[in-house]
């Protein structure tokens, strides 16, 4: 409970332009918020940008502010200009380094700083990965913040209500996320070792232990990226997941549904036809779902991989994913093992060039496909 006097909230504008019950309501919740502890300036800042009623939930989540940046820096030993760089390769604006507005959680990221340097990590290495996080992060952040709002509302419940329900729905919620995220990056580790590993041996040309030939096939959404700037983070999820249900619809054996990776998907096949024609019927099941639905573009690749967990690691699916990249929205891109491996009469090839691909060595020759009954619309030099 504060022992400070009481705060004039009038007075200092923060019932400014409220009348009748939601001034009261204003107020009811600025009184709670002053007895938990929280600042008139603190307050103040929450008001100017309408996140009053997230303050009881951030004290669930981060605690109480205590510290301010230049405490922070000669707590942990750390410059305060390279924990400014930190915050915002994280993207997160820096306060007034006087201003005791942080919390043990940023004391205890800082304090991480010292270790990771004596181990010989540079400061530009420390900054790309906080970047890499503060990108991947804010999304998982978003996520986290609507789906306890979105159990909190309720038709006709007031400000102050909402503050309390929403901030007892994110307790229950954060216990569960932060070993759900740890846990995340393990795998995702642990995936990209065993990549690094199949890569390295390819690379010496060495036999990959269990490997078999494999079709490799992905599929993405064009403008995906650019798309996450202008619509909701909802309607970015909708979309990925009627991609998904698009491939799961057309997906039969001996085609396997490997994953979906944020925009794209991964399919992997022991027989070459069934892939490209699971590919172009993908393409036209994304054009007939309208103009609300990005176009496609298909890449696959044919080569030896092994499989471990599900999933397949080697070189035609690294480079099917890079294929995928380089075609044109709405088509399927192959390279040159691939297509010599179908029947010439089911598929209508045409030359895309020589491209140069990151991770092999030698340019890779590429081709469009498209189906025996589709009309030849584009010459031999067509291009990608």
């Not at 938990?36 to 800042?45: H, N």
């Not at 924990?83 to 800082?110: F, H, K, S």
């Given at each position: 409970m504060?022992t400070e006097?009481?705060i004039?909230f009038?007075?200092?504008?923060?019932?400014?332009g409220?009348e009748?019950?939601s001034?009261?309501?204003?107020?009811?919740?600025?009184?709670r918020l002053?007895?938990?502890?929280?600042?008139?300036?603190?307050?103040?800042r929450?008001s100017?940008?309408?996140?009053l009623?997230?303050l009881p939930?951030?004290?669930?989540?981060?605690?109480?502010?205590r510290?301010?940046?230049?405490?922070i820096a000669?707590r942990?030993?750390?410059?305060l200009?390279?924990?400014?760089?930190?915050?915002?390769?994280?993207?997160?604006?820096?306060?007034d380094?006087a201003e005791p507005i942080?919390?043990?959680?940023?004391?205890e990221?800082a304090?991480?700083?010292?270790?990771?340097?004596?181990?010989?990590i540079?400061?530009?290495?420390i900054?790309?990965?906080?970047?890499v996080l503060?990108r991947a992060l804010?999304?998982?952040?978003?996520s986290?913040?609507?789906?306890p709002l979105a159990?909190?509302l309720?038709p006709g419940i007031?400000?102050y209500?909402?503050?309390?329900?929403?901030?007892?729905?994110?307790?229950?919620?954060?216990p569960?996320l932060?070993?759900?995220?740890?846990?995340a990056?393990?795998?995702?580790?642990r995936?990209?070792?065993?990549?690094e590993?199949?890569?390295?041996l390819?690379?010496?040309?060495?036999?990959?232990?269990g490997?078999?030939?494999?079709?490799?096939?992905?599929a993405?959404?064009v403008?995906f990226?650019?798309l996450g700037e202008e619509?909701a983070p909802e309607?970015?999820g909708?979309?990925?997941?009627?991609l998904?249900n698009?491939?799961r619809?057309?997906v039969?054996?001996?085609?396997?549904l490997?994953?979906?990776?944020g925009d794209a998907v991964m399919?992997?096949s022991?027989?070459?036809?069934?892939?490209l024609d699971?590919?172009l019927?993908?393409?036209d099941?994304a054009e007939?779902?309208?103009?609300?639905?990005?176009?496609?573009r298909a890449?696959?690749?044919?080569g030896?991989?092994?499989?471990r967990?599900g999933?397949?690691?080697?070189r035609p699916v690294n480079l099917?994913?890079?294929?995928?990249?380089?075609?044109r929205?709405g088509?399927?891109?192959?390279?040159?093992?691939?297509?010599?491996?179908?029947p010439?009469?089911?598929?209508?090839?045409?030359?895309?060039?020589?491209?140069?691909?990151?991770?092999?060595?030698?340019?890779?020759?590429l081709?469009r496909v498209?189906p025996?009954?589709e009309?030849?619309?584009a010459g031999?030099?067509?291009e990608?």
């Amino acid at each position: 409970m504060s022992t400070e006097a009481p705060i004039d909230f009038a007075a200092e504008g923060l019932l400014d332009g409220l009348e009748g019950d939601s001034r009261a309501e204003r107020l009811a919740l600025l009184e709670r918020l002053a007895e938990d502890g929280w600042r008139l300036a603190e307050l103040k800042r929450a008001s100017a940008t309408d996140t009053l009623m997230f303050l009881p939930a951030e004290r669930v989540v981060v605690g109480p502010e205590r510290y301010s940046a230049q405490e922070i820096a000669q707590r942990s030993g750390v410059e305060l200009e390279f924990l400014e760089a930190v915050r915002r390769a994280m993207g997160l604006t820096n306060p007034d380094p006087a201003e005791p507005i942080l919390t043990d959680l940023e004391l205890e990221a800082a304090q991480m700083a010292r270790p990771a340097r004596e181990v010989g990590i540079s400061d530009p290495e420390i900054l790309e990965l906080m970047r890499v996080l503060g990108r991947a992060l804010a999304q998982v952040a978003e996520s986290a913040r609507r789906i306890p709002l979105a159990r909190a509302l309720e038709p006709g419940i007031t400000e102050y209500d909402l503050a309390s329900s929403y901030a007892q729905s994110v307790a229950q919620l954060y216990p569960m996320l932060q070993p759900l995220v740890a846990n995340a990056l393990a795998l995702h580790l642990r995936q990209g070792a065993q990549t690094e590993v199949v890569s390295a041996l390819e690379r010496r040309g060495g036999e990959l232990p269990g490997s078999r030939e494999v079709t490799v096939c992905f599929a993405d959404l064009v403008g995906f990226t650019r798309l996450g700037e202008e619509v909701a983070p909802e309607e970015l999820g909708a979309l990925a997941a009627r991609l998904e249900n698009l491939a799961r619809e057309l997906v039969r054996p001996p085609l396997q549904l490997v994953k979906t990776i944020g925009d794209a998907v991964m399919v992997a096949s022991g027989d070459s036809g069934p892939m490209l024609d699971f590919a172009l019927d993908l393409l036209d099941a994304a054009e007939g779902e309208g103009e609300d639905f990005p176009q496609l573009r298909a890449g696959a690749a044919l080569g030896r991989a092994v499989t471990r967990a599900g999933d397949w690691f080697g070189r035609p699916v690294n480079l099917a994913s890079r294929v995928t990249q380089i075609a044109r929205p709405g088509s399927l891109l192959v390279e040159r093992e691939l297509r010599e491996a179908v029947p010439e009469d089911r598929y209508r090839f045409s030359y895309a060039g020589e491209r140069r691909v990151r991770g092999v060595r030698e340019p890779v020759r590429l081709f469009r496909v498209r189906p025996a009954r589709e009309d030849q619309r584009a010459g031999p030099n067509d291009e990608a």
